[in-house]
């Protein structure tokens, strides 16, 4: 019987944290479960990110088939752990083309977690064991962290607290989990919480390994994790943002921004 951990979001709640700590110790944990993270499956990824921006039929039909297409080619193993925030769709401050501003995951994260859940039936049969991950943060941590990415990634024009009161609407990820819940049952939906996590010596990755079945003990056993993915300083952010009031060429734009990025010592 093989059980199936399914790593599956939130954005901004540690996630490339976790990723990392697997992927820089994925040989030492094989035997304890086969780990694939987003660049082993990057067409499941590039259907996930389609589907999220625009949840049509046709888009729901490509995720299944890129999902089914890597789940054939995995070998068989007693366990199994997949992670990838982007299975939750896109990050809320988004925009979608014709519907705008996207102030919540369910539209998208509940058929993407009912496909996959299915797609794994599929291939390792109705026996296996699925269990669903989401990482959570506390709101308005949350809510701040997306608009440092949102204000370097698009050419999003609000400040902070124009932001928060664009997305005072937007469920809390706890919210949100509790939605999936619902809809996954009864297939088990687990959470955990970024503020707890992130003061352990492995970080956000102490969510992963618990699921996978390492003992307390083995993990303090293992290294200490590192940083990554360290949100922007607020004075960056605050440069980023005059960028996009200022620069209309989406190219000119993004290269400005390339540039402040390579030249952070100012900012930090």
Do not use: C
């Amino acid at each position: 019987m093989t059980r199936i951990v399914v790593h599956a979001g939130f954005h901004k709640t540690g996630t490339s944290s976790l990723q990392d700590y697997l992927r820089h110790h994925r040989a030492e944990l094989r035997e304890r479960a086969a780990i694939y993270l987003k660049e082993d499956f990057p067409e499941v990824g590039y259907a996930t990110r389609a589907f999220g921006f625009r949840p049509s039929l046709w888009r729901r039909w490509r995720f299944r088939r890129a999902l089914r297409a890597f789940l054939a080619g995995l070998p068989d193993d007693d366990q199994i752990f997949l992670s990838w925030e982007g299975f939750s769709g896109i990050m809320p401050g988004h925009r979608r083309p014709l519907t705008g501003l996207v102030s919540g995951y369910d539209r998208a994260a509940i058929p993407l977690a009912k496909i996959t859940r299915d797609e794994l039936r599929r291939r390792f049969g109705p026996q296996a064991q699925i269990v669903f991950l989401y990482t959570l943060r506390r709101r308005e941590s949350w809510l701040r962290s997306v608009w440092g990415h949102v204000v370097r990634s698009i050419q999003i024009r609000h400040d902070m607290s124009e932001f928060l009161e664009m997305m005072k609407d937007t469920p809390s990820l706890e919210e949100e989990a509790a939605l999936l819940a619902r809809a996954l049952a009864p297939t088990p939906v687990e959470t955990a919480w970024l503020e707890d996590l992130t003061p352990l010596p492995q970080g956000p990755a102490a969510a992963a390994l618990r699921l996978i079945g390492l003992s307390e003990a083995e993990i303090a056993a293992l290294p200490p994790a590192r940083r990554t993915n360290i949100g922007n300083p607020p004075a960056l952010s605050e440069a980023f943002l005059a960028l996009n009031r200022e620069i209309s060429d989406k190219a000119e734009l993004k290269r400005r921004k390339d540039a402040l990025l390579h030249s952070r010592t100012p900012y930090e």
